[in-house]
């Protein structure tokens, strides 16, 4: 069956039938829109339904929608009245604008009594001549068609008279060369708006619909095609087989040991471990939902809310395209700087689903619940903790195969109590540790000598995130070695109908071959676009590269971070192309030293090697991100053992410290274009927040905590060499004698 899905997925990369056209999407969805009254607030009104959009501008006023912000090529057509032009402004706008670059074309629908049509370029901020298009009837319908291509250009307008209105269709067209900011790759705003300065105006917008493109690797199944009856058919079959086979495989239950009628003299000892683990996990989840109130990182939780919300209303494989639409202008005071573009695999895509329909399910009230609520924003937080939670104990079971109970539970405390994974987790409200779970089930469960449960475990953790591939890929040729290859080809083919079953929700509507097409948009990234210019060689991470920009660049403060990658470092070198180098280099050794390596089956041998490889992309590619440091912590905290006591206390608080500050840091940062979102963090009245800012952008700190991070890499390294060379030992009196009474 195995054979049959890898062959099914091969085939469809070439032959899979594709719908034909564009994706499209008809009506507004209120939760998607970011909706507001400039100016005077009380004078304006935005009235929103799925069907229309009205505008309503009092003396001074400025009611505002954004219908989209996306990066992707797109092409909108509605409908357009004037129910009133008494304001000496415009009754409507439509604006298509790159807030990055203050770029943009402006279609007004003039104010009475001359009723004009004109276009307005923006270029760089400064407002061009007004172009006179025509006139239009203040009494007609209009539909309005554009098209833009925020890559390669480009874009076109066309407002086209209907029913008994007379008049010619005009047509408007914007090119690279007439506004050159508009077409870098970089999201373009569709923004309508009225306007009036004393008066009544008022615009109403119907009949919307939004068509965007199939994207290159993500083709959708033409509706109704056989193969898509036949992919049905395959996942219903092997879902009864999974079935059937878990049947089969049930062991007869083991008889029960006679009682001897004697107390154990073991039980008091366990009774009082049961009842500390209760109390660590009750202080766990307390002290982890009291944060849930402090804030989080306003782009990041709204981009969260929208993937929760799109996947259980619009359907999983709707992820790939929805979200790249959506902007979340509130985080920047009302404007669309940026999308919420899905970045995930089909497994988040799949734990989205999970957190939608339970939200759902819990605030529907039979219908469907506002998107930007804190009902889902403390959902999404608590999945991240009660993951978390696995994730501790899933250290404790790995550890226990060398180190006994005691250790072991230090070491699962030392993650689950980590000052940087809980803000990461409770205010941030990143995701690091769902992803990390199905990455330490696979470890667990291949140390277990359980190759089909490691095998499937790591194919999930692979679909989960970018970030998650490496390490996976070198967990991968750790099973290799570890098994037969007979049990590794099994355990193999299960895993292949574990993720195919899955990733069903998307594979159905999109293509079988979704994981391949998944793995090569992750690779297209890397390729150079016109954008470059905001691709930074960090993205509040302490990597390698502020060291470089402050000696090779001349950077200070935390501009050592937000550095173009694609400016030159070195030669014919960039950042961003020198990150890649080293980065490629160093996972080829590694590589090559664990797939030759001929000491390799100890317990735990293969984890400093998954801890070299990701510090490796961390601290060694460009672009890297605080909250993936926590990935680094999870890794990290298992290797306890490999290095003496001081050593690794020194490197897990390093990493901890250098986390936990550019998570509070950028934090803080991110937060100062709308404070009033979450008051409590914001710098102006929280003196943690101000000091943890300047600490962030303070240069010293800067070239300590990078030192610091490129230390716990070199040292990880070290590890992976040692764990080749020689019994991995604790460094811990007492440990091996723990280890083996365990």
């Not at 339904?49 to 001074?60: C, D, E, I, V």
């Not at 990066?71 to 009133?84: N, P, T, W």
């Not at 912590?633 to 020194?650: D, M, N, V």
């Not at 600490?695 to 070239?703: A, E, G, W, Y």
Request: with cysteine; proline share 7%.
């Amino acid at each position: 069956m195995a054979a049959f899905i890898l062959g099914w997925v091969a085939l469809s990369l070439v032959a899979w039938p594709r719908a034909t056209g564009d994706v499209t999407h008809d009506g507004f969805d209120p939760n998607l829109l970011w909706t507001g009254v400039l100016g005077t607030p009380t004078a304006g009104q935005v009235s929103l339904s799925r069907s229309s959009l009205r505008l309503t501008a009092g003396p001074g006023s400025e009611p505002t929608v954004h219908l989209l912000a996306t990066s992707l090529r797109f092409a909108a057509v509605f409908d357009v009245r004037i129910e009133a032009d008494g304001g000496s402004s415009d009754p409507l706008e439509i604006h298509l604008w790159s807030a990055r670059q203050a770029t943009g074309y402006l279609l007004r629908f003039g104010a009475a009594p001359d009723h004009t049509l004109s276009g307005q370029l923006q270029l760089n901020g400064a407002w061009k001549a007004i172009n006179n298009l025509g006139t239009y009837d203040p009494h007609g319908r209009y539909q309005v068609r554009i098209a833009l291509d925020p890559t390669h250009g480009p874009q076109t307008i066309d407002v086209i008279p209907t029913g008994s209105v007379g008049g010619t269709p005009i047509h408007s067209l914007v090119s690279a060369a007439d506004a050159p900011g508009l077409f870098l790759g970089l999201p373009v705003a569709m923004t309508v708006q009225s306007l009036s300065k004393d008066g009544l105006a008022r615009a109403v917008i119907d009949h919307y619909r939004l068509s965007l493109p199939v994207q290159p690797g993500l083709p959708r199944s033409a509706p109704g095609s056989a193969p898509v009856t036949v992919t049905l058919l395959v996942v219903s079959a092997l879902l009864l087989g999974l079935v059937a086979a878990g049947r089969f495989a049930r062991h007869r239950p083991r008889p029960l040991p006679a009682s001897t009628g004697r107390v154990s003299s073991k039980m008091p000892a366990r009774t009082g471990l049961m009842l500390l683990v209760a109390a660590a996990t009750i202080g766990y989840l307390a002290g982890n939902l009291w944060l849930f109130h402090v804030g989080a990182h306003s782009y990041d939780i709204m981009a969260e809310k929208t993937f929760a919300y799109v996947a259980a209303t619009y359907g999983p494989a709707d992820l790939y395209d929805v979200p790249a639409t959506v902007t979340p202008a509130k985080v920047w005071a009302g404007t669309p700087y940026a999308e919420v573009g899905f970045p995930y695999g089909p497994v988040m895509g799949i734990v989205f689903t999970a957190i939608g329909a339970v939200y759902r399910a819990a605030f529907g009230q039979g219908g469907i619940p506002p998107m930007d609520s804190i009902q889902l924003e403390v959902l999404i937080k608590l999945f991240n903790v009660v993951l978390g939670l696995v994730d501790g104990v899933l250290i404790y079971l790995i550890l226990r195969k060398r180190l006994g109970n005691v250790l072991s539970a230090i070491g699962a405390g030392l993650f689950v109590f980590n000052p940087a994974v809980w803000f990461m987790m409770s205010v941030w409200g990143e995701t690091q540790t769902i992803s990390l779970l199905f990455l330490l089930l696979a470890i667990w469960r291949g140390e277990a000598e359980d190759p089909v449960g490691a095998w499937a475990a790591l194919a999930l953790a692979a679909l989960t995130r970018p970030q998650m591939i490496i390490p996976a890929a070198f967990l991968a040729l750790y099973l290799l070695r570890r098994f037969p290859l007979g049990a590794s080809i099994r355990a193999a083919s299960w895993s292949i109908l574990i993720a195919f079953i899955a990733v069903a929700p998307f594979t159905l509507r999109i293509s079988p071959a979704l994981p391949v097409s998944y793995l090569e948009r992750v690779a297209g990234t890397q390729a150079a676009t016109p954008s470059d210019s905001y691709s930074y060689v960090s993205s509040d991470g302490y990597n390698l590269w502020p060291l470089v920009t402050q000696s090779v660049s001349g950077q200070s403060g935390k501009a050592r971070l937000y550095y173009p990658a694609s400016r030159s470092v070195w030669g014919p070198f960039s950042y961003s192309s020198l990150g890649t180098l080293l980065l490629v280099t160093t996972l080829a050794i590694l590589g090559l030293t664990l797939a030759l390596a001929s000491r390799l089956l100890r317990p735990g041998g293969v984890l400093p090697f998954l801890l070299a490889a990701t510090l490796g992309l961390l601290v060694l590619k460009t672009g890297v991100s605080t909250h993936h440091f926590v990935l680094a912590i999870g890794l990290l905290i298992p290797c306890l053992g490999f290095i003496t006591a001081p050593a690794y206390a020194a490197l897990a608080i390093a990493v901890t410290v250098t986390t936990f500050v550019s998570l509070w840091g950028s934090l803080g940062y991110a937060l100062q274009a709308a404070p009033k979102l979450y008051p409590l963090l914001d710098a102006e009245h929280n003196i943690l927040t101000a000091a943890f800012m300047n600490l962030f952008n303070s240069d010293v700190f800067i070239t300590a905590a990078t030192i610091a991070n490129l230390a716990v890499f070199l040292v990880s390294l070290a590890m992976a060499a040692r764990a080749l060379t020689r019994e991995a030992e604790t460094g811990m009196p007492g440990a091996g004698q723990s280890a083996r009474r365990g």
